[in-house]
């Protein structure tokens, strides 16, 4: 299997303009897991999906933010309008069982 | 909610040498620990976990132990090569039908020395 897949690796855009960060999971996994990773906190979880069902998005930080995962085989992160605070490095993983996660290589955003 | 400390922040180690992570987290109803590790421009990647129905798990030159009584669990790293220079998380989690939310700690980033 190809792992997961994220798409694009690097984005760079202007404060205002609209993001979108795609997420392929591995073929089978039903759980799909964001995060974002930054120096100053870490790595932290926004949203997760079971079976495409948001189950806890807790960890989204504004309405800014927003996840969707229309079909097993593909989710998307939206962030309108992008802030320089925005910037950072995002993850999807996602696992077959609860407990293991596998994460993709990374979108690393650049808001200006 | 969960909390999880790591410690310490970097580890410079010389080649061969031992190299140990520690991590405490706070929620008593925790059950599984994982360990990732990640190298530059890449996502991180599980090397070991444990669950709290076991104190010690190792895998080659990796073991990871868990005192369940007062919280916390360490990754031990023994013969350290350069490929182990990585940055190191652990992680803590309930699992089961609540979900599998990872908390993980802030990271450890490791540099052996040849």
């Known amino acids: 299997d190809a792992g997961v897949i994220q798409s694009p690796r690097h984005e760079v855009t202007e404060m205002g303009q609209e993001v979108t960060l795609r997420c392929k999971p591995i073929?089978?996994?039903?759980?799909l897991f964001w995060y974002r990773q930054t120096m100053m906190r870490g790595l932290e979880l926004l949203i997760y999906?079971?079976?495409?069902?948001?189950?806890?998005d807790s960890g989204m930080p504004e309405d800014r933010f927003s996840a969707k995962m229309p079909n097993a085989s593909f989710s998307t992160l939206k962030i309108q309008p992008s802030e320089p605070r925005d910037s950072a490095v995002y993850f999807c993983?996602?696992?077959?069982?609860?407990?293991?996660?596998?994460f993709g290589a990374g979108t690393r955003l650049s808001v200006l | 909610g969960e909390n999880v400390e790591q410690h310490p922040s970097t580890l410079s180690v010389q080649e061969g040498d031992s190299a140990v992570i520690k991590c405490t987290y706070s929620?008593?109803?925790?059950?599984?620990f994982p360990w990732y590790k990640q190298e530059l421009g890449k996502g991180p990647q599980l090397i070991i976990d444990?669950?709290?129905?076991?104190g010690e798990k190792k895998d080659q030159r990796i073991a990871v132990t868990l005192n369940k009584t007062a919280k916390h669990f360490s990754l031990h790293i023994t013969e350290t090569q350069p490929e182990d220079s990585a940055v190191y998380f652990c992680a803590a989690s309930r699992s089961g039908a609540a979900g599998n939310k990872l908390t993980f700690g802030g990271g450890t980033r490791v540099l052996v020395k040849p």
């Open positions: 993983a996602s696992s077959a069982v609860v407990d293991i996660q596998y």
């Open positions: 999906f079971n079976n495409n069902v948001p189950i806890d």
């Open positions: 444990i669950r709290s129905n076991v």
């Open positions: 073929s089978g996994h039903d759980y």
């Open positions: 929620d008593s109803a925790s059950n599984y």
